[in-house]
């Protein structure tokens, strides 16, 4: 089968690789649909975090159930998505229902070979219904996860002002199941086409542009000068993690999303006056995949708003790289096979 490997920062091969033959507790699937996203863009760049090479990118993935074992409910030629956190059932999070930053987790296209090949084998349990979605939808149904559950660890109430920095695939989704939940969502950013997206695709109540304007005046005017009582940041940039620490109101939840690879240094006293409370948000549960599909269902979010950029499997290669460009507006690339 043909299989696209990032073999070193910068560089894509293909390759042909034996297909996958089933075992035990696993399922193989026939992958129609890749999701291009920001884990597979910064492994390309040379700057994901927890990345060795050579490395099959992909993981937002949509295809065709052609064989398992023990996956009961399950039909052969199903559409299917799945779970790409593969955890190991036995280590504290594991057994605290928090499989999603398991102890030992092994991420599909991560730290393990993802799902850039025309098949794969994947463990049964990860296996998501497909329930009528299309090949696209089910593509994003982990991009959309990932922001989900952001959301949900922030305990987001109806009527209280979010604020999502970062606008890109995950902060869109970020935005989606915050507006859902009820909040008055505030997106920043220094793009300000992908504002003006948040505003006319995805019903976001207020933008700022942090290149141009001064966000603590515009946060005090938004806010009545209460300032958000959530943030969420979904850059990975650091100096963007650090900036949002002076933007939350008294009393507020900071999550983190977004992941950079150096450490982080706020004020202490500053913090400290706020009883804010700092949390990191990895990777989502089966409730977050399932609250998605059902949101999409019901109309609430449109996934083919994200898709901006459409390609072929054997196009990958010549193609990535342009995706890193701001200038060419990407927002979802979206690769069918």
């Known amino acids: 089968m043909r299989t696209l490997v990032c073999t070193t920062p910068g560089q894509f091969d293909y390759s042909e690789r034996e297909k996958p033959v089933l075992t035990p507790g696993h399922a193989i699937i026939k992958i129609n649909r890749i999701g291009i996203c920001g884990t597979d863009l910064h492994a ?3 700057t994901q975090p927890f ?4 490395r099959v990118l992909g993981h937002e993935l949509g295809g065709e159930l052609i064989e398992f074992d023990d996956a009961p409910g399950f039909t052969i030629g199903e559409a299917v998505t799945f779970i790409p956190y593969f955890n190991c059932g036995k ?4 057994r605290s229902d928090k499989p999603n930053c398991c102890a030992n987790l092994k991420v599909f296209g991560v730290h393990i070979d993802g799902g850039m090949a025309e098949y794969v084998s994947v463990p049964s ?3 998501i219904h497909g329930e009528g979605l299309s090949a696209d939808e089910l593509a994003l149904v982990e991009p959309l996860a990932i922001g989900a559950h952001g959301v949900r660890r922030a305990n987001v109430q109806p009527g209280e002002f979010v604020l999502v920095v970062g606008a890109g695939p995950i902060g869109l989704g970020i935005m989606e199941f915050a507006r859902i939940a009820g909040a008055q969502v505030i997106a920043m950013d220094i793009n300000q086409s992908r504002l003006n997206f948040c505003k006319s695709k995805l019903r976001v109540h207020h933008t700022i542009n942090a290149a141009t ?7 005090k005017a938004i806010t009545n000068s209460d300032y958000p009582t959530v943030v969420i940041d979904a850059t990975g940039s650091l100096k963007a993690i650090t900036n949002a620490f002076q933007y939350m109101a008294h009393g507020a939840r900071y999550v983190l999303v977004g992941l950079q690879k150096g450490e982080l240094v706020f004020s202490h006293p500053e913090f400290h006056k706020r009883e804010a409370t700092l949390m990191s948000s990895r990777n989502a549960t089966r409730a977050d995949f399932e609250h998605v599909i059902d949101s999409m269902k019901k109309g609430l979010v449109d996934p083919t708003n994200y898709i901006t950029h459409r390609v072929k499997f054997g196009d990958v290669k010549a193609d990535f790289a342009s995706w890193l460009d701001p200038a060419n507006g990407v927002i ?6």
Do not use: R
């Open 51 to 54: 990345f060795e090479y050579p």
């Open 44 to 46: 390309f760049e040379g």
């Open 213 to 219: 304007e001064n966000v603590n005046d515009a946060l």
């Open 125 to 127: 349990y990860a296996l």
């Open 332 to 337: 979802k690339a979206m690769v069918s096979l």
């Open 91 to 94: 280590c504290i999070a594991c």
